[in-house]
């Protein structure tokens, strides 16, 4: 809960017990002006949003029942005094609790020196046709945000989600501020700077993972997410047109689709992901060498890499395959397709995968049809990765007691999870530890810095991390500090 909306509550709460009470009724009055300056406040400064509306209701209705005479409020409501307060404060738990359910999430502080900017660009592929769009011949049309090193700026901060891109459930994600402002000035010390792919999960979004890509853009990273147009869960076009994820879960449902014929779903849709990135990075690349741009002389996109949560992930491993312009990604959690064998072998990658109760891969005769095809899903994963980081080396990190969405901002939009999982670690610590992995690989391969997190032979300062070191073409070094790893997500 913010500031305000705290202040707000407690003194609706104060008003309500207070007009209860015949010994400091005299203070309901004031506490009810008190409570429209903060309310004012709150609507314009913080901005409002549908889970305070209770809140304002009870002050309404407050300042309906204050405006009537007290001689009035005597001689024709006498009955109505402790009603009203009783609805005023039930009003204002009712707002208290929703706020618990559904809180006005804080992101982490980015930790780098630089301040982060952010911009959303609109971009639009004429040489694709887009296959899934209701008229013929249409290009394909992609919503790309910016995140990058900024000069210090007084643009305001900017929102988690644009207005037009949220549904009533999300619509407070438009006055909940992130650590960014909008447009301000790219960096003018300190560039070029690289450039990296940011691809969400399947019915994801691109703010999936703001606590990461306003972190990276603080250590002089440009991080570019591109929302994937009908498979991001809701994106914003010129015009007003808004479109949604078509693809629909049942082309992932287990129960009712095997392994090889989810394999096929996603392969398809990788094709695309793909080309997606590589068009977005080419766009920067003219950016970078146009005078009239932002971004002119700003961008290092000849050493840029690629990282991505879930199927994101797998298209930021494949987008090696087919450009060399990708130094390095990591795949945050997600299987892996496509052909690893395609990418070369001085593009090093990360898996970064959680782990849940650490118990060994079940036998899959034991199982029914859905878990059968998912646990047929992480064999051949593990079979993929191994021979990959085997081939042309990389690295293996586990995280003990976590899941699959502690890898986005999840654990930040709602607390159910740490009321259902009370054994997972806490989202400020997954958040610290896959920053911390996140930077030191790409600081070392983009870069070539020698982070001390990735030297071969060193113990992860994280205890809940199992890091394993690949070489190429040797055996995996590996350095455990907790649990055996498995890779049922």
């Not at 020196?113 to 887009?130: A, N, Q, W």
């Not at 808004?242 to 849709?269: F, M, P, R, Y």
């Not at 879930?310 to 087919?322: D, E, H, L, N, T």
């Amino acid at each position: 809960m913010r500031l305000f909306e705290v202040i707000l509550i407690a003194t609706l709460l104060a008003a309500a017990v207070a007009q209860m009470t015949k010994s400091a009724a005299h203070w309901s009055r004031p506490l009810t002006v008190f409570g429209v300056l903060v309310a004012t406040w709150h609507v314009i400064h913080e901005g409002t949003h549908w889970q305070m509306f209770p809140v304002l209701a009870g002050l309404i209705l407050l300042v309906a029942w204050q405006l009537i005479t007290a001689s009035r409020r005597a001689s024709r409501y006498p009955a109505m005094r402790k009603p009203v307060a009783i609805g005023v404060a039930l009003l204002s738990i009712t707002t208290f609790g929703l706020l618990l359910i559904v809180p006005m999430f804080t992101l982490p502080k980015p930790t780098g020196t630089y301040p982060v900017g952010t911009r959303i660009i609109y971009l639009k592929d004429s040489s694709r046709m887009e296959d899934r769009a209701e008229k013929p011949g249409t290009s394909r049309e992609l919503v790309v945000q910016l995140w990058y090193p900024a000069d210090p700026s007084n643009n305001h901060l900017a929102a988690y989600e644009t207005t037009s891109e949220t549904i009533l459930a999300t619509s407070y994600r438009s006055v909940l501020w992130t650590n960014s402002r909008e447009d301000a000035p790219v960096a003018s010390q300190g560039g070029p700077f690289p450039v990296l792919l940011f691809n969400h999960g399947w019915a994801g979004r691109r703010t999936q993972d703001t606590f990461l890509t306003e972190d990276l853009a603080s250590h002089g990273y440009v991080v570019a997410s591109i929302d994937h147009t009908y498979n991001s869960s809701r994106v914003a076009l010129p015009g007003d047109r808004i479109v949604e994820d078509i693809n629909g879960g049942d082309a992932l449902d287990t129960s009712l689709h095997s392994a090889s014929e989810i394999i096929d779903t996603w392969n398809k849709e990788l094709n695309k992901w793909v080309a997606d990135e590589v068009f977005v990075l080419s766009t920067l690349q003219n950016e970078n060498l146009d005078q009239k741009s932002p971004w002119y002389g700003r961008l290092e996109t000849q050493r840029a890499g690629a990282l991505g949560h879930s199927f994101g992930g797998a298209a930021a491993i494949q987008v090696c395959s087919v450009d060399a312009r990708i130094q390095s990604a990591i795949n945050m959690d997600g299987w892996t397709f496509g052909d690893l064998r395609q990418r070369a072998a001085n593009q090093p990658t990360m898996f970064l995968y959680g782990l849940g109760s650490g118990a060994p891969p079940p036998d899959p005769a034991t199982l029914g049809t859905a878990a059968r095809a998912e646990a047929e899903l992480d064999a051949t994963d593990r079979n993929v990765v191994d021979t990959s980081l085997r081939q042309f080396g990389g690295y293996k990190v586990s995280i003990s007691n976590t899941s699959h969405m502690d890898f986005t901002d999840h654990p930040l939009v709602s607390p159910w999870r740490r009321w259902t999982q009370p054994s997972h670690i806490s989202p400020g610590r997954i958040e610290t530890i896959v920053r911390a992995y996140a930077l030191a690989f790409f600081d070392q391969t983009i870069r070539e810095r020698k982070p001390t997190l990735l030297e071969s032979g060193t113990s992860s300062p994280f205890r809940e991390v199992k890091i394993e070191h690949w070489s190429p073409e040797s055996k995996a070094a590996s350095v455990e500090t907790a649990l055996k790893p498995t890779l049922f997500r």
